[in-house]
């Protein structure tokens, strides 16, 4: 099967031109710059006025299989995230079980491989006492090990300093953390329990969830990373002062990367008046100065991966009180479209959106032949029309929980056409039904 995508603007490593790409089978056989002549195809995409950049690659993900899926599971959120534009993902041990062995890892395989829409990994949870199952893991065949600093969804923390020295020194495999420091939290509970009983105002949120639960943290993920010189990726960064420290510990351990997720960067908690328990996630959503300072870490590449963090649960859960509304909102639809109405405020080039969304992640992770638009590389690819004007309502959402934040907002671009493995899964809003997705493979 050959499709040729004709007359596109293709963006990719720092490139812009006009083009046609022709896909043979899962790959990327040839790619041309206009004017040119091309061989037949058997389909042809006029893509006249679009954009054409690498299939975006989302390092954390919640899709909630196995054991919570009256919220989210495999298909209907890989199937949000193609058409978002994101053909692959890394998606978070905190299910039900937590997929902390790996026999457990591989039924979430299995079940991906016979459901997704993208391309899949999934990260080996760490405990306080699985080190075994760490140590037996296969570097080609998992995204990372990840780590529980602080207790978020699911009860996966990890507190044990003994057992966290003993992984990050015995582990090559990237560690991926959350980092907020539990006893800080606690203690801001009980401060907020005792003063407002139950009726805790969500504008409380990043004052629980604290920044200085995140710097302390944060600082002991570091100082483990560079004692043992380990692999360490940062997740979900919130705050300036982890900004700073995670430029210098670079310097003395050029393996240690921060990412962040899209809503850190177009809310802040100015908006909590308004979306309330929508909006709770961990680590929360900070100040002004904070989300300001994140956009230019990630403008400059010292926050070198923009991910989402997507977290379905049902609405009727986030209408509860803040004490017990769940953290985590869906994101994954939405992610490109929000970096794109940053690009028009000026924060972001296209360049920068195909690199801290495909390139980076690609290079991070030692994805095999996926994250760039060259000859060879398996037709990950995304379109988009940046003045189509898009709309989320009720019936565009492709999520499982059924909402989203940004119900009633308009973005300025739209998703217009996804390939997974050269497989043309999404089309003008519509899925073709078709659940091309294959595990990805990493080098070592």
Known sequence: MKTLIKDCIIVNEGNLFKGSLLIEDSFISAIYRSPNTFPDADITIDAEGLY???????????????????????????????????????????????????????????????????????????????????????????????????????????????????????????????????????????????????????????????????????????DLAIRHNSSLHILHISTKEEIEMLKEARKLNHNITGEVCVHYMYLDDNHYDNLGTLMKCNPAIKSL?????????????????????????????????????????PLIQHSFQIMWELHLKGHFTIHDIADRMAHSPAERFRINKRGFIREGYYADLMLFNPNKPYTVSKENIKYKCGWSPFEGTTFNSSIIHTFVNGIHVFDQEKLTGRKAGKRISFSI
């Open 52 to 222: 054409l950049l690498p299939g975006l690659i989302d390092d954390q993900v919640h899709f909630r299989e196995p054991g919570n899926t009256h919220k989210a599971d495999i298909s209907s959120e890989s199937a949000a995230a193609v058409a978002g534009g994101v053909t692959s993902f890394m998606e978070m041990p905190n299910t039900t079980p937590p997929a902390v062995t790996l026999k457990l890892l591989e039924e979430k395989y299995q079940i991906a491989s016979e459901t997704s829409y993208a391309n899949y990994s999934f990260y080996l949870g760490g405990t306080n006492s699985n080190i075994k199952e760490i140590l037996r893991a296969d570097r080609s065949k998992i995204c990372g090990i990840k780590l529980f600093l602080g207790s978020s969804t699911g009860d996966m923390l990890v507190d044990n300093i003994e057992a966290l020295e003993e992984i990050f020194e015995k582990t090559d495999i990237l560690i991926a953390v959350h980092s907020e420091d539990e006893e800080i939290i606690k203690a801001n509970i009980k401060n907020a329990v005792d003063h407002y009983g139950e009726k805790i105002p969500v504008s409380l949120h990043p004052i629980i969830r604290s920044r200085e639960a995140c710097i302390k943290s944060t600082k002991k993920a570091l």
């Open 289 to 329: 100065s904070d989300r300001e300072a994140i956009i230019s870490a990630v403008k400059d590449g010292t926050i070198m991966i923009v991910a989402t963090d997507h977290a379905p649960h049902t609405i009727g859960e986030k209408s509860r009180e803040y004490i017990t509304a769940p953290s985590g909102l």
